[in-house]
Every structure is written in C-alpha cells, then in structure tokens.
C-alpha cells in the first residue's frame, strides 16, 4: 500500500516477500529469568527498560526523538529506563549530547552487541521503539514482536503493514514527537494494554516466521 500509494507503483507489479525471523531465538521470559538477566546486563531491576535497537544512523532521527523522551518527567516518574542498542556513524554525536544531558541516570548507551547476544536486551526489555523517518521492512519489529514486546514506531514504509489492529494504535506520524512520548508513557503506565498487545503481537508474529516466509517464498516464486 505504502509503494502505489506514495511512489504511484502499480499494484499488479508489487510483490510482496516477507523478511523471516527465527522465533526460537526471540521468546519472552518469566519474571525470575528477566531479572537474572538485567544483573547480567547490568540494569536496574525495579527499572521500567524502553529499548532502541538499530544502527545509529540519521534516517532513525535518534537525536530528534529520543533526548525528547528520556528527559521527560513523566518518563522519570514511569520509573523508566532507555536502553540503547547499535553504533554507527551517529554514534560519537549521539555520545556528546549524553554526556550533556541533565537525565542521563535514564540511559544507557550500550553501543554495539553482537547478534548473538541482541535477544537477551528484547527480553529485559517492557517497551519496544522504532522511531524513524523512512522504513521497508523493519526486522527489528518484529523482533520485538516476536519477543513479546508491545512497540511504538513512526508510521513509515511497511511498518503499518506487518501489525494486527492494536499494536497499528500506537503508530506515530514520524514528525509528532510529542504524541510518540505520550504514547510510551500509555504504555509503561497502562500495564492491561501492554498486555493484550502482547498476545496480539506473538500470535501475530507467526507469519514471519522462517518456516512461514519459506513457504511464502516457494509458492509465489517458483510456483
């Protein structure tokens, strides 16, 4: 829908092919095995944990939206923490304007972790964001999704298409940095909705799967 109706693709030439996730990797936890896992890590364990996994580049418009969030006051009394995951070419920036920040107790840049540890951050983690002013096909979404997450995200490229009906409510207009703050803090403090997006989100995550996306790919490309 995003490529014919804002690139005036036509329809009958789109093709549409899922990227695949291994669920088995990305699973929620218990309670016990999620603070076992922010000592680990190093996490506060009473702390609410908003996580941010991406390269740190302009296109995800981190120094827009994120200092906006962290140093709000109702995030502080949420009794949250954001967690950012990724490096690149913003990084040395993005560290600068950390360092002189008035709320840096309310995040922590982590930097670069290698994939194989990535999923134990999905799983400490309460609030999944995505903030970014151009997308295809986000995997760190369904990621999220996959690890139980409930996720805030700009409403970009695909991001709209790979969502049941309650998880599209907390998509964003990519320049209202406000109502992406507000919508967290709803999130954080409203812990019913959270979870029945969670539900939503890992039933709905089953499509993307890599058994799911392989017989995607089998039947609309050598059938």
Known sequence: DYYVKNLKVKREKVLVLYNDIDDKRFESVNEAD???????????????VVLFVHRLTPVKR????????????DFRRANAILIVVGGGPEENIIY???????????????????NAEIMDYYKVADVFIN?????GFPRVVIEAMSSGLPVVATD?????????????????????????????????????????????????????????????YIERIFK
Not at 34 to 48: N, R, W
Not at 62 to 73: D, G, K, M, N, R
Not at 131 to 135: A, D, G, K, R
């Open 96 to 114: 600068e304007e950390y360092k002189k920040s008035l709320f840096k107790d309310c995040i922590q840049l982590i930097g670069k972790v290698p």
């Open 156 to 216: 970009v490229g695909g991001t709209r298409d790979i969502m049941g009906p309650e998880q599209k409510k907390f998509l964003v207009d990519k320049d209202d940095r406000t109502e992406f703050r507000n919508k967290v803090i709803y999130l954080l403090t409203h812990s019913e909705v959270r979870n029945k997006i969670i539900l939503e989100n890992k039933e709905h995550v089953k499509r993307y799967t890599t058994d799911s996306v392989s017989k995607m």
């Open 131 to 135: 903030p970014s002013y151009s997308e």
């Open 34 to 48: 999620q603070k076992a896992l922010k000592e680990k890590l190093g996490i506060p364990i009473d702390k609410k």
């Open 62 to 73: 981190f120094s827009y939206q994120i200092p906006f969030l962290a140093e709000s006051e």
